[in-house]
């Protein structure tokens, strides 16, 4: 019973904006970058990470608006040079596209 409680409280967190935002940073200098980052309302996590990025972070806000601003103020921190940012589909929006995937078939 607990378990579905966590689930509902999942779905209601999901009726705003959620986002990854995928940065490359100058050398030498994502830990910092990702500490500045941490700074920034909104941001849940800021981790620096191995691959093609060096940092990725994640987000919630209830708006594009609200998301767009994050976005700016990140692309105002000095060693930032280049975002891309990915906006997570609420469940229902996921479940709608593969159901009509498997409706074309």
């Known amino acids: 019973m ?3 409680k966590k689930v ?3 779905v209601v967190l999901a009726s705003g904006m959620e986002a990854f935002i995928l940065v ?3 050398p030498g200098k994502l830990w910092e970058i990702a500490e500045e980052i941490r700074k920034i309302e909104g941001v849940k996590l800021a981790q620096a990470v191995t691959g093609q990025f060096d940092v990725i ?3 919630e806000r ?3 608006d609200e998301l767009s601003n994050v976005i700016k103020k990140l692309q ?3 060693g930032v040079t280049k975002t891309q940012t990915l906006i997570a589909l609420p ?3 996921l ?3 593969l159901t009509s995937l498997g409706e074309k078939s």
């Open 2 to 4: 607990e378990k579905n």
């Open 8 to 10: 509902k409280k999942d």
């Open 24 to 26: 490359n940073t100058v």
């Open 57 to 59: 972070i994640y987000i």
């Open 62 to 64: 209830e708006t594009i």
């Open 76 to 78: 105002t921190i000095k």
């Open 91 to 93: 469940p229902s929006a």
């Open 95 to 97: 479940w709608a596209h």
